[in-house]
């Protein structure tokens, strides 16, 4: 394969999901869940280099069982793939993916985003190398640990920053700024920087004026996995909005991640989806300083 994950891959955001033991358990595009089985029969070939060559799939684990993973590809495709014995599992990692090492399929988390080289075996596709990056396990293993805290706790989180947010009636809002990302992705475009910091430099120029920095996602994937992202989004612009526009902390209101909620566009078209995966800065000024 020729590349791991870069910045600008689109790719389809897929939630935690439990995995029953008659079968796995599968997350459509839109978030709404479903169960189907993936029957892992007969025994896997011990060699698999005279078995013809398959597709390459990039895409998330949706899914998965001792033995099978189900991808869902950037092309939206659903790919049920069985993992044998020789499957090499490799994490890759910097310039031309020198650094790698060896993983076990405990490493294959539900949310991890993979290159797949396949084999054919009859109807069957058999993983023959799979890949990923350490920062695509990292947010997988993100993802894990914060499903486990339960997703009663997180809508309840989520309705206290929709709470939170709401308090902006207290506020004249001067502007506000939006960037956008790709699919998955918290990475800011060199143009997305330099519309945040010309927004700073020109709010500096307003007296009293604070930042509400808010992050969303489109509706692609489930609550858990949208609200770390969309967070991650928000984070990522405050920092740069300190570290390098010169912002003071002090002048900063607390970030929100949003997930999918407040869709500026509709989520049924991917140019709605793009729209809505975005962070708003927004200028506001007490509307008591201003003596409204």
Same mark, same amino acid.
Request: with cysteine.
């Given at each position: 394969?020729?590349?791991?994950?870069?910045?600008?891959?689109?790719?389809?955001?897929?939630?935690?999901?439990?995995?029953?033991?008659?079968?796995?358990?599968?997350?459509?595009?839109?978030?709404?869940?479903?169960?189907?089985?993936?029957?892992?029969?007969?025994?896997?070939?011990? /060699?698999?280099?005279?078995?013809?060559?398959?597709?390459? #799939?990039?895409?998330?684990?949706?899914?998965?069982?001792?033995?099978?993973?189900?991808?869902?590809?950037?092309?939206?495709?659903?790919?049920?793939?069985?993992?044998?014995? !020789? !499957?090499?599992?490799?994490?890759?990692?910097?310039?031309?993916?020198?650094?790698?090492?060896?993983?076990?399929?405990?490493?294959?988390?539900?949310?991890?985003?993979?290159?797949?080289?396949?084999?054919?075996?009859?109807?069957?596709?058999?993983?023959?190398?799979?890949?990923?990056?350490?920062?695509?396990?990292?947010?997988?293993?993100? #993802?894990?640990?914060?499903?486990?805290?339960?997703?009663?706790?997180? !809508?309840?989180?989520?309705?206290?920053?929709?709470?939170?947010?709401?308090?902006?009636?207290?506020?004249?809002?001067?502007?506000?700024?939006?960037?956008?990302?790709?699919?998955?992705?918290?990475?800011?475009?060199?143009?997305?920087?330099?519309?945040?910091?010309?927004?700073?430099?020109?709010?500096?120029?307003? /007296?009293?004026?604070?930042?509400?920095?808010?992050?969303?996602?489109?509706?692609?994937?489930?609550?858990?996995?949208?609200?770390?992202?969309?967070?991650?989004?928000?984070?990522?612009?405050?920092?740069?909005?300190?570290?390098?526009?010169?912002?003071?902390?002090?002048?900063?209101?607390?970030?929100?991640?949003?997930?999918?909620?407040?869709?500026?566009?509709?989520?049924?078209?991917?140019?709605?989806?793009?729209?809505?995966?975005?962070?708003?800065?927004?200028?506001?000024?007490?509307?008591?300083?201003?003596?409204?």
């Amino acid at each position: 394969m020729k590349s791991i994950f870069s910045k600008s891959t689109g790719l389809a955001l897929i939630a935690m999901l439990a995995v029953p033991a008659t079968g796995v358990a599968a997350q459509d595009q839109t978030g709404a869940s479903a169960e189907t089985r993936v029957d892992i029969v007969g025994q896997l070939p011990a /060699d698999l280099s005279e078995l013809p060559e398959g597709p390459t #799939i990039k895409g998330m684990i949706a899914a998965r069982k001792e033995g099978a993973i189900r991808v869902n590809g950037e092309d939206g495709s659903t790919n049920d793939i069985r993992i044998a014995p !020789t !499957t090499s599992i490799r994490e890759v990692n910097g310039f031309l993916s020198l650094g790698r090492s060896d993983k076990t399929q405990a490493a294959l988390l539900n949310g991890l985003k993979v290159d797949v080289e396949t084999v054919q075996w009859g109807n069957t596709l058999i993983a023959k190398d799979v890949r990923f990056s350490n920062e695509s396990l990292e947010m997988a293993q993100m #993802i894990r640990n914060g499903t486990a805290q339960g997703f009663a706790e997180q !809508t309840a989180a989520t309705d206290a920053l929709r709470s939170r947010v709401g308090d902006i009636d207290n506020y004249n809002v001067r502007s506000t700024t939006a960037v956008y990302f790709d699919t998955g992705e918290w990475q800011l475009s060199q143009a997305d920087q330099r519309k945040l910091c010309q927004a700073a430099a020109e709010a500096q120029g307003t /007296d009293n004026a604070l930042l509400l920095v808010v992050g969303y996602t489109d509706s692609v994937g489930d609550q858990d996995y949208n609200q770390v992202l969309s967070e991650r989004r928000a984070g990522r612009v405050v920092n740069f909005l300190q570290q390098e526009c010169q912002w003071k902390p002090w002048r900063m209101l607390t970030p929100t991640g949003m997930a999918e909620a407040d869709p500026e566009a509709d989520n049924m078209s991917e140019a709605g989806r793009a729209q809505n995966r975005r962070v708003e800065v927004s200028v506001l000024v007490s509307k008591a300083v201003e003596g409204l």
